[in-house]
């Protein structure tokens, strides 16, 4: 029988745009939201507008230079709903779960993510029917 793995909440749910202003300007004329943060993650390749709705953040990401996942994930089936993330307690000990139910994964040990002080592990797509899927500890 699989471990359990404690989903708190739906963390962040990602979705690939070509154009984060043009994204950023839509959703808050659909829905009239603030903006809850604005960042740049180098190393990912990605610009980031948040929202919060509830617990979860809605968040229009775009690929800062064409070559990253986002823009791979553009390429091959347009703008969408690229990633699902769970907030878990521990981010190792959810991947430590996973592996031992036999998972596939993207990542064998957490990703940090310093600006907000976070662990964060990738699932295979494969093994979520085609969605990126996140586990990640912390708060925004």
Known sequence: MAEK?????VDH??????DVKQAEEDYINMFGWDVAYRYVDEPEKIKVTGFMAGPT????????????NTAKFIAG????????????????????KLKKNGVKLIDEKPRYFEAYNRYFAFIHPKAA??????V?????
């Open 5 to 9: 793995i404690k989903a708190n909440y």
């Open 57 to 68: 953040a809605i968040e229009v990401m775009e690929d800062t230079d064409g070559t990253g």
């Open 129 to 134: 029917h085609g969605i990126l899927t996140e």
């Open 77 to 96: 089936r347009g703008e969408g709903v690229m990633i699902v993330s769970y907030n878990v307690d521990n981010c190792a000990e959810a991947l430590d």
């Open 13 to 18: 749910i990602c979705i690939a745009v070509k």
């Open 136 to 140: 990640i500890d912390g708060k925004y």
